[in-house]
């Protein structure tokens, strides 16, 4: 089975402009979580798909695969898309994964889980997700209402139910 990993990365974020670059230590951020990734060794290919040619050539300066995208997408799924379609090592995935461009401390044993989710043949698509208690209320992290069995419902930034009424 061919898996693939691709980093959507953009510069022009909304709460954190040029979060990518952004240095960790000694290496920026894009530089961490394609270094995480790759090293798992659970992926034929690490792809970053950029607008930014900032962010293109920092990629490729520390030897990363990386390809322009184009500046109009709505979401990183758009610009994963996008990547499928342009490069020829993706043709023939089986499996490929939405890496989080701004997670440099991701591991390996929950992409293993979400990987593995696709032994199920009826599983087209999964999402890695935990139990939250502290920063509920905090929109830059993603929430999700799931049925009994596990599946996703809805996703939202906003807390579920949310709650309008603040001092009760």
Avoid: W
């Amino acid at each position: 089975m061919k898996v693939i990993a691709i980093i959507p990365a953009r510069y022009d974020s909304t709460r954190f402009p040029g979060k990518p670059l952004a240095k960790l230590g000694s290496k920026t951020i894009i530089q961490h979580v394609y270094n995480r990734t790759s090293d798992t060794g659970l992926f034929a290919e690490v792809i970053v798909g950029t607008d930014d040619q900032r962010i293109f050539e920092e990629v490729a300066a520390f030897g990363g695969k990386v390809t322009i995208t184009s500046k109009t997408h709505k979401s990183g799924s758009d610009r994963i898309a996008e990547v499928c379609r342009k490069m020829e090592c993706c043709y023939d995935a089986d499996i490929v994964v939405n890496i989080q461009g701004d997670e440099p401390f991701i591991s390996k044993e929950p992409l293993v889980k979400l990987i593995n989710a696709f032994s199920d043949n009826d599983v087209e698509v999964a999402s890695l997700m935990h139990i939250m208690k502290k920063d509920v209320a905090d929109p830059n992290n993603v929430k999700v209402v799931c049925d009994k069995l596990g599946f996703a419902l809805y996703f939202s930034r906003s807390a579920i139910p949310y709650k309008r009424d603040k001092t009760k």
